[in-house]
């Protein structure tokens, strides 16, 4: 308890220090990074200054300007110093020239043709005039009057014959700077000796002050109108110095950029890092604030860190520690427990050898079992074929009448036609003796046709898949029902005749032509008794799959007996038309070629027959 209590004691002392090492950290090196900025800053608006600085000094020299505030009266001179100045102020690329009186009015100027001139401006209360006209050379940033436009102004005297005859003004924009400073990190402004921002990188800054005036200082802005109509907005809490330089000042929330600002908490202002550098010559100070805002976060993420990797190698410890105490306890478990293992391995073994001899004995019954069971498949098998042949001779039985009809006519026929061969032959007419003898063997060939179908609609199935023209199967269960269908007088609609020459099923074509003619049987029984007589044959081929459809015209399935179409022995039929094996017998030969076999009523009425096989593609 007392080592626990020591290392969070501990714990506590080495996250503290690092928030201070951290901050302190941090602090340095934002302030480092931030005075090397400075300094930039500095230079970069001081080299703005120098460029233009000496320009009006140069141009007072010029005579074309000290012959204008000579003879200020005449009007082609001044035309002729408008045009001169307008193409000075176009290469030195300031925002204006211009050239005042001795009593301080504007008499020629760079924009004396734009929308806003300075021509005949007052600016006698301006400070860089005053200094100028005393002989020295002026400087001073303001709001333009006219223009409205911030600038610095450049004044230098004119002279003629030794003494001040006017004043030439040159004014210069910081917008370059501006936005330049504007792509940093960091804000920076610049503040006149009063402390109002007049050059910064953040425009909504423009003309705020950091902290806030008296009303002395508020009242000479406003009477002199160097900001215009000057309203002070001061951005910063009260400053407070931190050592070794700089000031830690806390900006006003809503007077920072949207993205700067707290998205969440109530927080008011944020913290920032002011440096300060004095520009003497020009009477201004440059800043520069640093956002310290993420310095507590970073601070405390090293925190976080710092107690993470102190937990992990306390974890680690521990687990070491564990892992040594764990070692030892499993030595002497080992130990302990090695007689006891022996003496399992032993009990196991025998318990193996027991379990080996029962797993033994039924494995021998099992292969005694399978064998049984493979002797009775083949039973089965058999006797499905024997059902299936006494299905076929079943069938033969049926149509022997109308076969034999369909054999008797053409024996009588040949009968009549050998006699009258005879005849013709005694009689010496070949000719006609020929025509019978075309017309025997006609019917020969007929009852030879008849007779083959009949043969291989009887013989047994070899029980092999092979590829079997559908039409070839359709066309001989016609043939052999060909005597009933005329006598009950059916018209045998089968669509597309010609289209399914081609079309290849799996299966084995006398169980095909068998499964046909038990379902055509089935349809010329249920046509028997109705007024139209009528059955079609529909086949649709896929991909995949080959779909025979036959609907008959005759009066539909019973609701009761469309589950039970496929029981062995289920009929509907009078006794001695069948027995009910028919259906069962074709389901089973179907889905030995992968097929399937189902029956339904057909909406505009009759009962139709579905058969779906397996295509064989050629």
């Known amino acids: 308890m007392a080592f626990a209590v020591l290392g969070g004691i501990v714990y506590v002392i080495i996250l503290w220090q690092t928030r201070i090492w951290t901050l ?9 990074t931030s005075r090397e900025s400075l300094n930039v800053y500095v230079g970069d608006l001081k080299s703005e200054l120098d460029k233009f600085k000496t320009l009006p000094l140069i141009l007072s020299r010029d005579p074309l300007f000290v012959e204008l505030v000579a003879h200020p009266f005449s009007e082609k001179q001044r035309k002729v110093v408008n045009f001169e100045l307008e193409r000075i102020n176009a290469l030195a690329e300031t925002s204006a020239i211009y ?37 020295k050379p002026g400087h001073y940033f303001a709001l333009g009057t006219t223009s409205k436009i911030r600038g610095y102004y450049f004044s230098a005297p004119i002279l003629y014959k030794g003494r001040v005859a006017g004043v030439i003004v040159v004014k210069v924009q910081m917008r370059r700077l501006e936005e330049n400073w504007s792509k940093g990190s960091e804000k920076v402004v610049v503040t006149d000796r009063y402390g109002v921002i007049f050059i910064t990188s953040y425009a909504p800054w423009k003309f705020c002050t950091l902290g806030p005036l008296d009303k002395k200082t508020t009242e000479i802005l406003r009477r002199s109108r160097r900001y215009g109509n000057f309203h002070p907005l001061h951005l910063c809490e009260t400053p407070f110095r931190i050592r070794k330089g700089g000031m830690l000042i806390r900006i006003q929330a809503s007077m920072l950029p949207e993205e700067e600002r707290p998205r969440k908490g109530r927080v008011t202002s944020i913290p920032f890092l002011l440096l300060s550098q004095e520009m003497p010559e020009a009477g201004w100070t440059v800043h520069i604030l640093s956002n310290l805002s993420r310095v507590d976060e970073r601070v405390r993420d090293m925190v976080l860190l710092t107690g993470s ?13 564990h892992r040594r105490h764990a070692r030892l306890e499993r030595q002497l478990l080992e130990k302990r427990s090695r007689e006891a293992l022996e003496e399992a391995n032993r009990m196991l073994e025998e318990r193996v050898r027991s379990r080996t001899r029962e797993l033994t004995e039924i494995n021998e019954r099992l292969r005694a079992e399978i064998e049984e069971r493979k002797r009775t498949e083949a039973e089965l098998r058999a006797t499905q074929e024997g059902l299936i042949q006494a299905g076929k001779l079943a069938a033969i039985g049926q149509m022997a009448a109308g076969i034999t009809h369909e054999i008797n006519q053409p024996l009588s026929a040949i009968r009549m036609y050998t006699d009258n061969a005879i005849v013709f032959l005694e009689r010496g007419q070949l000719h006609d003796v020929r025509k019978n003898l075309k017309s025997i063997a006609e019917l020969a060939g007929k009852m030879t046709e008849i007779s083959r179908h009949l043969k291989s609609f009887a013989r047994k199935s070899r029980g092999e898949n092979v590829p079997v023209p559908i039409k070839r199967v359709l066309e001989g ?10 006598e009950l007088g059916v018209r045998i609609d089968w669509k597309d005749k010609e289209y399914e020459e081609d079309l290849l099923v799996w299966g084995d074509q006398v169980r095909l032509e068998q499964v046909m003619v038990n379902v055509l049987r089935n349809s ?23 779909v025979i459809v036959v609907r008959d015209s005759g009066p539909g399935i019973a609701p009761d007996d469309l589950e039970r179409l496929f029981e062995p022995f289920f009929s509907r039929k009078q006794d001695g038309k069948g027995l009910g094996l028919g259906l069962s017998l074709s389901l089973a030969i179907v889905k030995d070629f992968g097929g399937t076999i189902r029956m339904a009523n057909h909406p505009a009425g009759g009962a139709m027959t579905t058969i779906e096989l397996r295509r064989c593609a050629l």
Request: charged share 25%; aromatic share 8%.
């Open 24 to 32: 302190k950290f941090e602090m340095q090196r934002i302030k480092r």
């Open 99 to 135: 050239i005042l009186n001795r009593q301080g009015v504007t008499i020629a100027s760079s924009n004396w043709r734009g929308p806003v001139s300075f021509i005949g401006e007052d600016l006698s209360f301006r400070p860089y005039y005053r200094q100028a006209i005393k002989g």
């Open 309 to 321: 990797m102190l937990l992990t190698i306390f974890l680690a410890c521990l687990l070491l520690y």
């Open 477 to 486: 269960a016609l043939i052999l029902l060909e005597t009933r269908i005329r």
């Open 524 to 546: 010329l029984d249920a046509v028997s008794q109705s007024s139209e007589r009528k059955i079609e044959i529909m086949i649709r081929p896929s991909d995949d799959r080959i």
